[in-house]
């Protein structure tokens, strides 16, 4: 399977502009670093590593939850926890209804199937 994307910015937020980090990603509620990838392929990328001069990373990982702890000179280290890394469904719903049809009121992710839910109201809407 090919790996996820995930793309973030740190930002100092007393000036607006994106400022250099460290990035260390662990699985989520552990003190464990996860493998992490540079590419789809799998390539290895290091961990920790660190954002480019204006603050912006990226990084591949299995689908998961992560912990990203961002530190550094000047920073206040925080950590990002439970950040949901998943590939984007390929189950995509169109609807086109014709007059009293049910209609789409709100679609939801089933993250135990990994797919979108309509939700449908509980009457036809004229």
Same mark, same amino acid.
């Given at each position: 399977?090919?790996? +996820? ?9 007393? @000036? #607006?502009?994106? @400022? ?8 989520? #509620? @552990? ?23 204006? #603050? ?19 920073? @206040? ?15 995509? +719903? ?5 007059? #009293? ?26």
């Amino acid at each position: 399977m090919d790996k +996820v994307a995930h793309h973030n910015l740190v930002i100092n937020v007393a @000036t #607006g502009i994106g @400022t250099q980090a460290t990035i260390t990603v662990y699985a989520a #509620g @552990t003190a464990n670093l996860s493998t992490i990838y540079s590419d789809t392929a799998g390539t290895a990328e290091s961990n920790p590593f660190t954002t480019d001069a204006n #603050g912006r990373f990226s990084f591949y990982a299995d689908e998961g939850e992560y912990d990203i702890k961002v530190s550094g000179a000047g920073i @206040t280290t925080y950590t990002l926890e439970d950040v949901s890394i998943y590939a984007p469904s390929p189950n995509i +719903v169109i609807s086109e209804p014709t007059s #009293g049809e049910w209609r789409i009121k709100k679609l939801r992710l089933d993250t135990d199937e990994k797919g979108i839910i309509p939700t449908y109201p509980s009457a036809v809407e004229p």
